[in-house]
C-alpha cells in the first residue's frame, strides 16, 4: 500500500520562518549633572532599584545576548539583569542615543526633540545627529546581531533570535519610527509617553538570506526593516 503524501514528509518543502525578537529598553532614571554631558550620566537611586526590578522579568529569560549603547546608564540599567542569566552586558556604540552636545533648558530640549521627528536628515540642534544618521547606524547594528543570534530551530518549530537592546528615548522612538511607519506627530506622542525605564518587543519581519543591506547613512526609514510591535512601551509596570 502506498503511503499518502499526508506521512511521508508534507513538512519537507515547508520554510521555517527566520523571525527574530527585539527587547528594547529604554534606561532606568539618570542622574541629571549639568556640569557633564550626557552620554557620562549614570544612574539615580531610584533608577537603581528600578533596574533590579527590571531584571526579575521572565520576558529576559529567552534572551541569547544583552546589548547597550556605551553610555553608563544603560549599561548599568541591564547589569542586574545578566547576573543570574550567565550573559554580560556588551555595551555596543551603534546603540548609543542619538548624539547631542549641550545642556538645553527643558523649553529648548522639547524643540530640539520635536525636530528629532519633523526633521530627520537635519540637526535638530547645533552639534546635534541627525535621526536618519543615528537610525542607519542603530539598524545597522541590529543587522549585525541577526546574524550572530539564529532563531533557535526545533524540527518544525523556531523560537526566534532574541536579543535585549537598551538605549535612550530619542533612538528608540527614531528606530521604532522608521520601522513602523509612525508620523512625526505619533513619534513624539510615544516619546513624551515614555517611562525610565520602559519596555517594548517588537518582532522583525523574516529577511531573505540574500537580502541586500545598503551600507552607511540610509534615508529616514529606508533598509531598516519592518516589523509588529507585540509589545508597546507602557504596557509592563516596572
Known sequence: MTASP???????????PHHHRLILIRHAQSAVDPQR???EWGLTGEGEDAARRLAALGLLDRAMGFYAGPEPKMI???????????HTVQADAAFAETH????????????AVQRVFTAPDEP????????????????????RLRQVHE?????????????VICTGGRMLISYLAAVLD???????AHWRALKMPDLAVLELDEQPEDAQR????????EGVGKGDLVIPFGTLVV
Not at 509612525?182 to 513624539?188: G, L, N, R
Not at 545598503?214 to 526609514?221: A, F, I, L
Open 182 to 188: 509612525w508620523s512625526a506627530v505619533e513619534a513624539m
Open 76 to 86: 548599568q540599567s541591564l547589569e542586574p539583569a545578566v547576573i543570574d542569566r550567565r
Open 6 to 16: 499526508s506521512n511521508t514528509g508534507a513538512s519537507a518543502g515547508v520554510k521555517i
Open 100 to 111: 547631542s552636545e549641550g545642556f538645553l533648558g527643558n523649553d529648548q530640549f522639547l524643540a
Open 151 to 163: 532563531p533557535d530551530r526545533n524540527g518544525d518549530r523556531v523560537v526566534p533570535g532574541t536579543v
Open 214 to 221: 545598503p551600507n552607511g547613512v540610509r534615508g529616514w526609514g
Open 37 to 39: 554631558p550626557p552620554a
Open 124 to 143: 535638530p540642534a547645533p552639534r546635534w545627529e541627525t535621526a536618519s544618521a543615528a537610525c542607519a547606524r542603530f539598524a545597522a547594528g541590529v543587522d
